[in-house]
């Protein structure tokens, strides 16, 4: 028998079947990628999506969609989604939790200590606004003025309000003696702004500011500085009348440290205080200009003193950055 010849084969490249198979889950897995990526980056804070976007370019494409940053705005805010909104929701964070308060683009000299309390949720165009917290207002009357309001009952109803999220500070003018002549000396300001605001042109360059809207003083020792800002919808709600229960929240008579309380649809802040020689209360309101809606709100109590009582507030000033360091 004749020897079995033996069949050669031309030699030619092959794939690794390892290589293989990781690009064809590659290839397959890829229709997801964006969406299983996305999911992921819902549950990182503002920082790590940052951190994770500059690693390459795939993922800064990805965490740059709208709405990872939308999630994180109402996640870390704790509000609800206000519906469509012509801006940027990055920017929108960015601008929220980049540690800016309303004193810092053009009263950069003030003593300013303050702290971020949170947002809430105007759903009606009209709110409370108020300095005192015994009770919700049973009635309204319809012919005072803002002014007599807040001379006669220390609240008043502001309407033409820009809805949706709102954000809140509590802010300390924090030196009792001062010789800077720009210096307001020891006040409490409670300060809300419309989120749109943060990223408006009009409000950082100045074009939009601060209006009064009303003033008085109480020329006598007052226990408490407080400022409450409520939606006039729910000012019923089971939420606002945890506002009105001070108790609950502001601590004992001798607890100096400043308290906020935050819900859904409201803000408050209460500070108690130590011997005084009365308050000066102010409220401003910011307008989308000259005649546009109300986009920031702010209540400022300053205290009156006599010389021999300048340094009596220090305590609860100290308390506050010891909290915050």
């Not at 800016?100 to 683009?105: K, N, P």
């Not at 802010?171 to 419309?194: E, S």
């Amino acid at each position: 028998m004749g020897k079995r010849l033996k069949r050669t084969l031309p030699f030619c490249s092959c794939s690794s079947p390892r290589l293989y198979s990781f690009f064809s889950l590659r290839a397959s897995f890829a229709w997801f990628e964006d969406d299983v990526w996305i999911e992921i980056a819902k549950c990182l804070d503002g920082r790590s999506l940052v951190m994770l976007a500059t690693t390459c370019k795939w993922f800064y494409k990805t965490l740059s969609e709208e709405c990872v940053w939308k999630f994180a705005c109402l996640r870390d805010l704790a509000v609800p989604d206000p519906g469509d909104a012509s801006f940027k929701w990055k920017k929108l964070y960015a601008s929220a939790f980049d540690g800016s308060h309303s004193y810092l683009f053009r009263q950069q000299e003030k003593h300013i200590d303050w702290i971020r309390i949170g947002a809430f949720f105007l759903e009606s165009s009209a709110a409370i606004v108020t300095e005192k917290l015994t009770s919700p207002p049973r009635k309204i009357p319809q012919k005072e003025t803002l002014e007599q309001m807040l001379q006669s009952r220390g609240l008043c109803v502001l309407t033409n309000i820009k809805t949706g999220i709102w954000i809140a500070d509590l802010q300390l003018v924090r030196c009792p003696v001062c010789d800077l002549n720009t210096c307001d000396g020891t006040m409490q300001t409670l300060d809300a702004r419309h989120f749109e605001l943060f990223m408006n042109e009009s409000y950082h360059d100045g074009s939009w500011d601060y209006t009064q809207i009303g003033s008085h003083e109480t020329k006598k020792h007052v226990d408490g500085a407080s400022g409450a800002i409520l939606d006039m919808k729910h000012l019923k709600d089971a939420s606002s009348a945890e506002i009105f229960n001070p108790k609950s929240w502001i601590g004992k008579q001798n607890d100096w440290q400043p308290k906020a309380k935050l819900t859904l649809h409201a803000v408050a802040v209460n500070t108690n205080l130590q011997q005084n020689d009365g308050i000066n209360v102010k409220f401003h309101v910011m307008r989308a200009g000259t005649d546009g809606q109300i986009m920031a709100i702010r209540v400022s109590q300053q205290l009156l003193f006599e010389a021999n009582h300048h340094q009596l507030y220090s305590p609860l000033i100290s308390a506050w950055r010891l909290e915050r360091s």
